[in-house]
Each structure stands twice: as C-alpha cells, then as structure tokens.
C-alpha cells in the first residue's frame, strides 16, 4: 500500500511540474502548426504513452519516466484541443460553444470512467492504459480521416 501511493505521488508532482513547463511551449507550438500536425502528434503521442505505460513494470526507471509523460501527454491533449477550438470557434459564440463542449466532454468522461474501471476489473490493473491507449487510435483515424476529407479547419490564425 505504502508503494502504491508514492507511485501515485510520484506520478501527480513530477508529472503536473512537467505539465505546467510544457503547456506553455505546447501551446506556443499548437499555435504555429496546422491543426491536422497538432492533433494528430498529439494523439499518436497519447497511443504510444499509453501502451508504454501498459508494458511497464512499477519499480524500473522506464515506469517512473513514462508516469511522468503521461501526465505531461494528457496535458498535451487538452491544450491541442483547446487550441484547436479556440481557433475555429467566432468569439461571438465562442462562450457558448465552449461550455456545450465542456457538458460533452464530462458526459463522453464519464462514460470512459466506467469502461476504463470495467478494465481494470475484468482484466487487471493494467488494461484501462490499452483501452485508452485503443480510444487515442481511434481519435487519431478519425483525425486523419477527417483532415483527408478537408473537414478540419487547418488555419493558423484565431476566429474573430
């Protein structure tokens, strides 16, 4: 038990300290890039943690290092997202939108709460990171698919 919550303590400090230093240059980043070159690295960013952190062992340098990353790549997520919609959304309604997005999100989170703790009890405590790890390629296709389709808006600028 002991183990287990340094793990998690571990996990929550290195991983937000990392988190706030590269939200700032993530964002800067996102900024510059077209939408389909940020979505789409971080989404395949998000697969590759998540499998590294199914294949790793708790107690090896590689678990403590992917730990950390993984808070850092789903920091990466939201800002992406963030700046993806800040982008393509007129500040006239940019308030409005963004607060159905945000009711969306909470319903679409809670909904992989559940599939994510069926995982883990069905199958260990491992598995919800593949889970993910299969909701990120899922994403990262329907990212691709969506750009090979021009439906995604690959400005560079915010909507004013």
């Known amino acids: 038990?002991?183990?287990?919550?340094?793990?998690?303590?571990?996990?929550?400090?290195?991983?937000?300290?990392?988190?706030?230093?590269?939200?700032?240059?993530?964002?800067?980043?996102?900024?510059?890039?077209?939408?389909?070159?940020?979505?789409?690295?971080?989404?395949?960013?998000?697969?590759?943690?998540?499998?590294?952190?199914?294949?790793?062992?708790?107690g090896q340098w590689s678990f403590y290092v992917t730990s950390a990353l993984f808070h850092v790549q789903v920091c990466m997520k939201m800002v992406s997202m963030r700046a993806y919609t800040q982008r393509m959304i007129p500040k006239e309604i940019r308030t409005t939108i963004l607060a159905n997005l945000s009711l969306s999100t909470s319903l679409a989170e809670?909904?992989?709460?559940?599939?994510?703790?069926?995982?883990?009890?069905?199958?260990?405590t491992s598995f919800p990171f593949l889970v993910a790890a299969l909701f990120d390629l899922i994403t990262l296709l329907a990212i691709l698919l969506l750009n090979a389709c021009s439906l995604i808006d690959n400005s560079k600028g915010h909507a004013d």
């Not at 303590?9 to 510059?32: A, P, R």
């Not at 809670?110 to 260990?124: P, R, S």
């Open 110 to 124: 809670l909904g992989m709460v559940q599939i994510l703790y069926f995982a883990f009890k069905t199958f260990g």
């Open 1 to 58: 038990m002991d183990q287990c919550l340094f793990l998690i303590q571990y996990h929550i400090i290195i991983g937000c300290f990392l988190s706030i230093f590269v939200s700032y240059l993530t964002g800067k980043f996102f900024d510059s890039v077209q939408a389909k070159i940020s979505l789409s690295v971080t989404f395949m960013i998000g697969v590759l943690m998540q499998v590294a952190l199914f294949f790793s062992t708790p």
